[in-house]
């Protein structure tokens, strides 16, 4: 039982470039969301899927884009990368908007130079 | 004023110390208070729910004051293994986007 999983663990990118973090979870949650936690400020909501089939904005989604391919998975993209975007990026799921516990991946350390 | 207000410390505590935080939160309309754990470099963990009631689970006690807007988390009988980065996670009810998390505050705990 692995929880929430976060694929890559680190990543380097060059502006411009573009990349998918994954996440998985195995907890059957309906709700899945997508943070980026940078010094100085609490974890922001960048785009959230209250279920299987929806996503919607979340406070930063301005250079993203989600995909909610089923229950288990919800994806992040960034399709050209920026300066801007060098944080650490947390998957979490959960049973409802944080009404109960929600479960956050590993996180992602993102640099983009 | 930011939704969601922690002092972000560090507060140095020697071994065995009570310590408390607090947090305040400026909608008078939030429903739900959380207190997160983020040990360095690692993802945020539920520490604990915060009720109107208040909330104690061994050494850690969670409370909540509406009339002044604020949670604080108490911590008796410190443990090395309590330092770490305590979030307040603060929740209108008015959906997904209003979910706040505050910066948190840095406990180190000293032998």
């Known amino acids: 039982n692995a929880g929430v999983t976060q694929t890559p663990k680190f990543q380097v990118l060059k502006t411009g470039q573009s990349m998918t973090l994954q996440c998985a979870q195995d907890?059957?949650?309906?709700?899945m969301y997508w943070y980026r936690q940078d010094p100085g400020m609490g974890l922001r909501l960048i785009y959230y899927s209250a279920s299987e089939g929806t996503t919607d904005k979340g406070e930063v989604p301005n250079g993203y884009n989600v995909s909610r391919l089923n229950k288990r998975e919800f994806s992040l993209r960034l399709e050209s990368a920026a300066p801007s975007q060098t944080s650490v990026y947390f998957c979490?799921?959960?049973?409802?908007?944080?009404?109960?516990?929600?479960?956050f991946g590993q996180g992602t350390r993102l640099t983009v130079v | 004023r930011k939704e969601v207000e922690q002092d972000p410390g560090p507060f140095n505590v020697p071994e065995g110390a009570t310590v408390a935080f607090n947090c305040t939160y400026s909608?008078?309309?939030?429903?739900?208070f959380f207190w997160y754990r983020q040990d360095c470099r690692k993802e945020p963990k539920l520490l604990m729910s915060v009720y109107s009631s208040g909330n104690e689970d061994g050494r850690f006690t969670a409370q909540l004051n509406r009339a002044s807007q604020y949670i604080s988390l108490l911590i008796r009988d410190s443990k090395l293994s309590d330092s770490a980065t305590y979030l307040c996670v603060v929740n209108t009810g008015r959906g997904y986007q209003k979910v706040t998390f505050g910066i948190g505050t840095k406990l180190q705990v000293i032998p």
């Open positions: 907890m059957n949650h309906n709700s």
């Open positions: 979490a799921g959960g049973k409802g908007p944080l009404n109960t516990e929600a479960f």
């Open positions: 909608n008078s309309a939030s429903q739900s």
